[in-house]
């Protein structure tokens, strides 16, 4: 099992094409807000997803593995998770 830790470089160095902040918002509802926004954008895009569920950890691990898109990076940040997924085609 994944231990959260920094999977990726540092989020103030990356460009990203959307912002989703989902904390506050419980499983599943992080996934599915990403999901849907991952929907509306161009393959090739990044999307930043701030998350405050820890269940998030697994949940987009998972995701990434069964869709078309990827898990750039996904990082702790004390009570925070942030994600970069990479829209697939």
Do not use: I
Not at 6 to 21: E, I, K, M, R
Not at 41 to 46: A, C, E, K, S
Not at 56 to 82: C, I, M, P, T
């Amino acid at each position: 099992m994944d231990s959260p830790t920094n999977a990726g470089d540092d989020s103030a160095t990356q460009h990203f094409d959307q912002h989703l902040d989902a904390r506050g918002l419980h499983c599943p509802l992080p996934l599915l807000k990403a999901k849907q926004r991952l929907s509306n954008m161009q393959p090739g895009q990044q999307l930043l997803v701030w998350a405050s569920d820890p269940g998030s950890w697994d949940d987009f691990a998972s995701y990434a593995d069964l869709s078309s898109h990827e898990l750039v990076s996904r990082k702790q940040q004390g009570n925070e998770y942030h994600f970069v997924m990479l829209r697939g085609n």
